[in-house]
């Protein structure tokens, strides 16, 4: 099994390094072309503002090798993000993998609810989605984000802050996660076990 | 719905976990890497690791030990003590933590707390304040609570917050050590003029404690160090005692 994790210019890579080597799995931070193609997983991770990641991915060419790939991919937090047509966080073009556009949580009707939604709070599950499982459904997944991808149609699993938005998406080869599975306990692991066994 | 958390803190000195009666005498409480894990195991939310001579002594926090942490840990944690510069909180990022904590340092040079948002994300900076009531006004303390500065509480969390911080982590320097209960009244009051999360911390001594830093503090999450340490209250009992008591928790 080899598992690529994209290197670019965002934070918490190597989280996701550490929690593959929790359950067994050696994975190598990359941003090399031939290394990504050959992998058999290749995992699109990062905490970031989503113009200045974008146009770093641009410049690279990553944008266009992500949208390329046919084996499983999946996108965490700004990753997610990054994969769906646009983000109002810096008026951001993204990928376009996931048709849907990130928008800014919006607190002005409801100041109780605090931005950016920090900490753990519960998932949903879809039946018959291998990423997260219905035996996963209700069960607390971290988060730390400012934006969010309306719930739509590639929506796997919804959380609720301020609004229901998706907490993951799935479209093809491409999955993605809001929350940070790497930082999520037990559930995070399981979920990262479920995609490596995608 | 968005849980309150419960945050263990584990003070470092000599790469050993500590924890002062009102910041004076330690007594030694274990290895951060091991006590971290077990935390993530019994169910703690996040963890915070503390060197807390380094700001005293200027020395600066043990990158291997948060190496060590980031491999073993399957939660997010802050690391604090003795950062003074945007590229102290890169280097502590890239060993693996998820957020720094500031505090004699973002008063002395508020301007710090800006660079860390703008480099790395609000989420990443937690600023630290150590307060003390003195004749009814509360007054922010440095090095470790040894020394009082012309700064008051409330206008220092909410310049803070208007600089970048992505959240407060608030120390009653009266309440610290003595576990008779958290400082419930300036807590809400700090959450009512404040949009960003709030951790309560000092004074923890029973779950009752960390009840009312929830309904009558109305903080985010809730730290505590001693009581966790040395197992006068397990985690996993706390939490479903928060739960009976309406509280949302991660169970």
Same mark, same amino acid.
């Given at each position: 099994?080899? +598992? @690529?994790?994209?290197?670019?210019?965002?934070?918490?890579?190597?989280? +996701?390094?550490?929690?593959?080597?929790?359950? %067994?799995?050696? @994975?190598?931070?990359?941003?090399?072309?031939?290394?990504?193609?050959?992998?058999?997983?290749?995992?699109?991770?990062?905490? %970031?503002?989503? !113009?200045?990641?974008?146009?770093?991915?641009?410049?690279?060419?990553?944008?266009?090798?992500?949208? =390329?790939?046919?084996?499983? +991919?999946? %996108?965490?937090?700004?990753?997610?993000?990054?994969?769906?047509? !646009? !983000?109002?966080?810096?008026?951001?073009?993204?990928? %376009?993998?996931?048709?849907?556009?990130?928008?800014?949580?919006? #607190? =002005?009707?409801?100041?109780?609810?605090?931005?950016?939604?920090?900490?753990? #709070?519960?998932? !949903?599950?879809?039946?018959?989605? =291998?990423?997260?499982?219905?035996?996963? #459904?209700?069960?607390?997944?971290?988060?730390?984000?400012?934006?969010? @991808?309306?719930?739509?149609?590639?929506?796997?699993?919804?959380?609720?802050?301020?609004?229901?938005? =998706?907490?993951?998406?799935?479209?093809? #080869?491409?999955? @993605?996660?809001?929350?940070?599975?790497?930082?999520?306990?037990?559930?995070?692991?399981?979920?990262?076990?479920?995609?490596?066994?995608? | 719905?968005?849980?309150?958390?419960?945050?263990?803190?584990?003070?470092? $000195?000599?790469?050993?976990?500590?924890?002062?009666?009102?910041?004076?005498?330690?007594?030694?409480?274990?290895?951060?890497?091991?006590?971290?894990?077990?935390?993530?195991?019994?169910?703690?939310?996040?963890?915070?690791?503390?060197?807390?001579?380094?700001?005293?002594?200027?020395?600066?926090?043990?990158?291997?030990?948060?190496?060590?942490?980031?491999?073993?840990?399957?939660?997010?944690?802050?690391?604090?003590?003795?950062?003074?510069?945007?590229?102290?909180?890169?280097?502590?990022?890239?060993?693996?933590?998820?957020?720094?904590?500031?505090? &004699?340092? /973002?008063? $002395?040079?508020?301007?710090?707390?800006?660079?860390? /948002?703008?480099?790395?994300?609000?989420?990443?900076?937690?600023?630290?304040?150590?307060?003390?009531?003195?004749?009814?006004?509360?007054?922010?303390?440095?090095?470790?609570?040894?020394?009082?500065?012309?700064? $008051?509480?409330?206008?220092?969390?909410?310049? /803070?917050?208007?600089?970048?911080?992505?959240?407060?982590?608030?120390?009653?320097?009266?309440?610290?050590?003595? $576990?008779? *209960?958290?400082?419930?009244?300036?807590?809400?009051?700090?959450?009512?003029?404040?949009?960003?999360?709030?951790?309560? &911390?000092?004074?923890? *001594?029973?779950?009752?404690?960390?009840?009312?830093?929830?309904?009558?503090?109305?903080?985010?999450?809730?730290? /505590?160090? &001693?009581?966790?340490?040395?197992?006068?209250?397990?985690?996993?009992?706390?939490?479903?005692?928060?739960?009976?008591?309406?509280?949302?928790?991660?169970?």
């Amino acid at each position: 099994m080899k +598992v @690529a994790i994209i290197k670019y210019n965002a934070g918490n890579i190597f989280s +996701v390094l550490y929690a593959l080597k929790r359950i %067994g799995i050696e @994975a190598e931070v990359t941003d090399d072309f031939d290394t990504i193609r050959n992998a058999d997983k290749v995992i699109f991770p990062g905490v %970031g503002e989503a !113009s200045t990641a974008m146009a770093y991915l641009k410049e690279k060419g990553l944008d266009s090798l992500i949208k =390329s790939l046919k084996q499983p +991919v999946l %996108g965490i937090c700004i990753g997610l993000q990054l994969m769906c047509q !646009s !983000s109002e966080e810096g008026n951001a073009e993204c990928m %376009g993998i996931f048709d849907v556009k990130v928008q800014k949580f919006d #607190n =002005s009707s409801c100041p109780e609810f605090k931005i950016p939604h920090m900490g753990w #709070n519960t998932i !949903s599950a879809t039946a018959g989605n =291998s990423l997260i499982t219905e035996e996963q #459904n209700n069960a607390y997944a971290y988060f730390v984000h400012s934006y969010y @991808a309306p719930v739509c149609k590639h929506t796997i699993s919804q959380c609720d802050y301020i609004t229901p938005f =998706s907490a993951a998406l799935h479209k093809d #080869n491409f999955y @993605a996660t809001q929350f940070h599975p790497e930082k999520s306990g037990d559930l995070g692991e399981q979920i990262l076990k479920n995609f490596i066994l995608l | 719905m968005l849980a309150k958390r419960i945050i263990p803190c584990l003070d470092v $000195k000599d790469g050993m976990t500590v924890k002062g009666v009102n910041f004076v005498n330690f007594r030694n409480a274990g290895d951060p890497v091991e006590l971290g894990r077990a935390y993530s195991q019994a169910g703690a939310d996040e963890l915070v690791f503390l060197d807390i001579t380094a700001s005293y002594e200027g020395r600066k926090t043990f990158i291997d030990m948060v190496r060590r942490v980031a491999e073993n840990v399957n939660i997010p944690f802050t690391v604090g003590g003795g950062i003074g510069s945007v590229e102290d909180v890169g280097n502590l990022l890239n060993a693996g933590a998820d957020k720094v904590s500031i505090n &004699s340092s /973002a008063l $002395k040079n508020p301007q710090l707390i800006s660079g860390i /948002a703008n480099n790395f994300g609000c989420q990443v900076c937690v600023v630290a304040i150590d307060a003390r009531c003195d004749n009814g006004e509360w007054i922010c303390y440095v090095k470790g609570g040894r020394v009082p500065t012309e700064r $008051k509480l409330f206008e220092w969390a909410k310049e /803070a917050q208007d600089r970048g911080a992505g959240e407060i982590l608030f120390t009653s320097m009266d309440h610290d050590g003595v $576990k008779e *209960g958290f400082a419930c009244e300036a807590l809400a009051k700090l959450n009512d003029i404040l949009s960003i999360p709030v951790i309560a &911390s000092g004074g923890c *001594g029973s779950m009752e404690h960390f009840r009312d830093a929830f309904t009558l503090g109305k903080a985010d999450a809730a730290l /505590a160090a &001693s009581v966790f340490h040395f197992n006068e209250i397990n985690i996993s009992e706390l939490k479903d005692y928060l739960h009976n008591n309406n509280i949302n928790v991660r169970r």
